[in-house]
Structure formats: structure tokens, C-alpha cells
């Protein structure tokens, strides 16, 4: 049986489990700070007896990281985090972070042991994939965002006082220039496409014009096109999970849910498209696979591709034609900095790609950015020259 009793300025739940050897009771103890009302207190309450009748409820000051992640992933993560990424954050926390730290006492992680983790990881033959080295720097800064996540939550639900996880214990990234096409390699790259199936050839070139993801790509549904306005609208992104199969998310951040105005060329080529698409639809019959939606990439039942399916045509297709090799999300990146050479203003850009601020933007385009600005010099320096140098023969 449990009750409540005053200690200070909070309440403590005690629930009885028994007697020790010498006669006392034996109890478990759960402070609720914060809470004052009687029918709330009384629902913590329950749920803290639930919990240690069932064998369920840990002692705060004797849980183990690798407990802490599971009460982290159950009461957190499932509800915060996209499915996506809680499936990234799994092959991390099983294969480095739960075999050094799982073992710990939540309250005996400091921060020399993340330093200490973090250093690790950069020796030569740590990598589980064989390869030669250590885990490169934006993976070590994925360890640490992990790593970060889990123990706010701790500090948030006071079972730490603070976290371990301090300014300057992130791992520095240098950004490195991303590979992307130039604008005679992206008008070559079309021509190439022409021998294409229109639906690659339609994906890749929206890939090029809009700067959508992968994901976003395979989430767009006819209703999201606007052929009047020459827009089409981002709502959904398709994912898969392992275990679940496909899904269809709306992006986390609403930077993403946004409007995208589509080239008129290429709005041409959908309008073709659509038409080739209802007639596959009308003949699929009973066997079209939609249900509610009706996906611009799909296969001949309507179903939609799977993410990593364009990735591996895109490969082949390199491999068949010869082209210059970049890899598929970098077609996003070619749209940004074609846009960047075009002048576009960097705030425009980082709408159009669904970025949560300009400075995503300017830190991953930083050198695309500052070479357009030196180019913006050079063309002032020729400007002006001239006059600079009719007021010196006048001197």
C-alpha cells in the first residue's frame, strides 16, 4: 500500500514492499517536487506503486546509464523523435555508447569520461565496418548529440543535477566543400535524361530545380501539385523503418511544410507525366495500391518507391553513362548553389530548401558563399577600374 507525506516544500510518495530480517518495513521512496495538487499527487502516486509492485521502478541513485536510455526511449524518444531518427540513434547507442557507458551509474558519467569517449573513437580500428581509422568528425558530433539528448532528459526529470555534457566538449567539424555539378554539367546532365524513362527523368530534375530531399521527392501526391500557381507543396516526407516498412512523416520542424515554385519547362514535363500516370492507374484497376494517395513515383500499382531505390538507379545510371559521380542528396546541394551563382539572396535559398534558419544554410554553403562574394568584387574591381584610372591621367 502506498500514501503520501510532506517533506519541506514537496511531497514523497512511499509505497511498502515488505519487512527486512530484523523486522522494519522495507520501503521504496519517490520524491514528486512541483506538484501541489491533491488529484495530481494522487495519480503519481498510483503510477509509483504500479511501477514497484510490478518490479518495475528503478532507485534513481542506482540507475544505470543503459536503464536510464530505456526510460529515455520509452517516455521520450518514441514521442519526440522521428522514427527516423530514433532508428539512426539505435546503431550508436548499441554499438559504442550502451558497451562503455551501460554499465555506469547515471550519477558516475562526468564530463572527462565523454572527453575521454569522444578521443577514443578517433583511434584507428574502431570503426565496425573494418574500415582503416577512426570515426569521422561529423560522426563523432552524432555521438555527441546522442549523448547530449539523453542526459537533458536526465537533468529535466532531476534525476541529475547537471549534465555531463558541456560547452566545448562538441567535437569541431571543418565543412567541407560539397561535390556538386556546375551549371554546364547540370545542362549536360539534362541532355543525358532526354534517353531516360520520364519518371527518372522527372525525379532527377526536380531533384536539380526544387532542392527537395529524397524523402520529399517520394511523399509528393498529385494534390500537392498546383499547376495554375506552378507550386507544389511539402507536407509529408516517405521513410522507412525497419521492422515497420514505409512511412509517411510530417517533417519535425515547419521550415519543411513549405511551397516550392516549379520551372515552367518542367511543369510541362509533369503535365505529360500525369496523364501517362492516370492511364497506369485506370488499367492497374482492383490492383492499384494508393489507397488514399496518389503518389507522383510509384511503382506500376501505385505503390511508392522505397528511399533507396532512386539512390541505386542513379548509380547505375552513372556507371552506364559515364557522368561525373555525385551522390543523390547532393543533387539538393547542386539546386542551392546553382542558386548561389545566380546571385539568389542566401535567405531565399535556405526557405526553398526547407532549412530551420538561414545559418544552416550559410555554414553548409559557406564556400559556395564566399566565392560568389569574391566573384561580386571582381566584378566591382572591373567596374570601376576604369574610372579609377581616367581620374589618375587626370591627376
Partial sequence: ???????????????????????????????????????????????????????????????????????????????????????????????????????????????????????????????????????????????????????????????????????????????????????????ALFDLLQHEPLHWRLMITLAITTGLRRGELLALKWNEIDFDKGTLQVNHSLTYIQGEGLRLNVPKTKSSLRTVSIPSYVLEEMKRYKVIKNKERMQAGELWEDGEHFFLFSTWNGKPYYPAVPGKWWARFIKRTGFKYIRFHDLRHTAATLLINEGEHAKNISARLGHADINTTMNIYSHYLQEADERAADKLDALFSPLRKSDEKEA
Avoid: C
Fill in 1 to 187: 500500500m502506498g500514501y503520501l507525506e510532506k517533506k519541506g516544500d514537496h511531497y514523497r510518495g512511499v509505497v511498502y514492499i515488505g519487512t527486512h530480517a530484523n523486522g522494519k518495513p522495507k520501503r521504496k521512496t519517490k520524491t514528486f517536487k512541483g506538484v501541489t495538487s491533491q488529484r495530481e499527487l494522487k495519480k503519481l502516486l498510483a503510477a509509483f506503486e504500479t511501477e514497484v509492485l510490478a518490479g518495475n521502478y528503478i532507485d534513481p541513485s542506482k540507475m544505470r546509464f543503459a536503464d536510464f536510455v530505456e526510460e529515455w526511449r520509452e517516455k521520450y524518444a518514441k514521442e519526440h523523435l522521428s522514427p527516423k531518427t530514433l532508428e539512426t540513434y539505435s546503431y550508436p547507442l548499441k554499438n559504442f555508447i550502451l558497451p562503455v557507458f551501460g554499465h555506469l551509474r547515471l550519477d558516475k558519467i562526468k564530463t572527462i569520461h565523454i572527453v575521454d569517449y569522444l578521443n577514443e573513437l578517433k583511434k584507428d580500428g574502431v570503426r565496425k565496418d573494418g574500415k582503416p581509422g577512426g570515426l569521422s568528425p561529423s560522426s563523432l558530433q552524432y555521438h555527441h548529440r546522442i549523448l547530449r539528448d539523453i542526459f537533458k532528459r536526465a537533468v529535466e526529470w532531476q534525476l541529475l543535477k547537471e549534465s555531463p555534457i558541456i560547452t566545448g566538449t562538441r567535437p569541431k567539424v571543418t565543412q567541407n566543400k560539397t561535390d556538386v555539378y556546375t551549371k554546364d554539367e547540370a545542362a
